[in-house]
């Protein structure tokens, strides 16, 4: 009793293909993973923007308030005095404000600059994903060529260097196998 034979070469293309799967689900887990991570920035960075705006809300009732307050005492007041005084209360409401669009502008270059740095590596992941090329065509015309002069499979193999199973595959594409 024997054991039939296992064409191993037939396995070498079923391996590229997984693998070629493989790496292109773990590019898509990656991704993913980073949307994650940007949606969760972006969200912070809503809340900042809330925060910063209830505190407009906020000041906006202060300086009212100090305006009725300037209006009572103005009588008491000259009017440079007043004017410093009005100078001092926006300087105080603005500048919290400022500071924090200042920061929300560097967290979105920084968002900005990681999501460009990020697309351009997927972009040069996926262009060194390539098939072989003897699937396109110029090696095929010399292994068929070869093969109708009965050389063997192995010389092919070695003379163009390329694969065993590239060579087979071409084979039973053109149906000569």
Not at 22 to 38: E, M
Not at 77 to 82: C, K, L, P, V
Not at 134 to 146: A, F, R, T, Y
Request: cysteine-free.
């Amino acid at each position: 009793m024997t054991l039939p034979s296992i064409d191993l070469s037939q396995f070498h293309l079923e391996y590229v293909v997984i693998l070629m799967a493989g790496i292109i689900l773990y590019l898509l887990y990656y991704v993913f993973t980073k949307d994650a991570s940007y949606t969760k920035n972006i969200r912070s960075v809503a809340s900042v923007a809330e925060d910063l705006n209830r505190e407009i809300f906020y000041l906006k009732k202060k300086l009212e308030e100090t305006q009725k307050n300037i209006a009572k005492n103005s009588q008491r007041m000259n009017d440079s005095e007043i004017y410093e005084e009005i100078e001092r209360s926006v300087y105080d409401l603005i500048n919290p404000f400022s500071q924090g669009m200042k920061q929300l502008q560097e967290n979105i270059n920084y968002i900005e600059s990681e999501l460009s740095s990020r697309v351009a590596n997927l972009e040069s992941g996926v262009k060194q994903i390539s098939i072989p090329a003897s699937v396109h065509g110029n090696d095929d015309e010399k292994i068929i060529s070869l093969f109708k002069q009965s050389v063997s499979i192995e010389t092919i193999s070695r003379e163009l260097h390329i694969s065993k199973p590239e060579v087979e595959f071409v084979l039973k594409i053109n149906q000569l196998q």
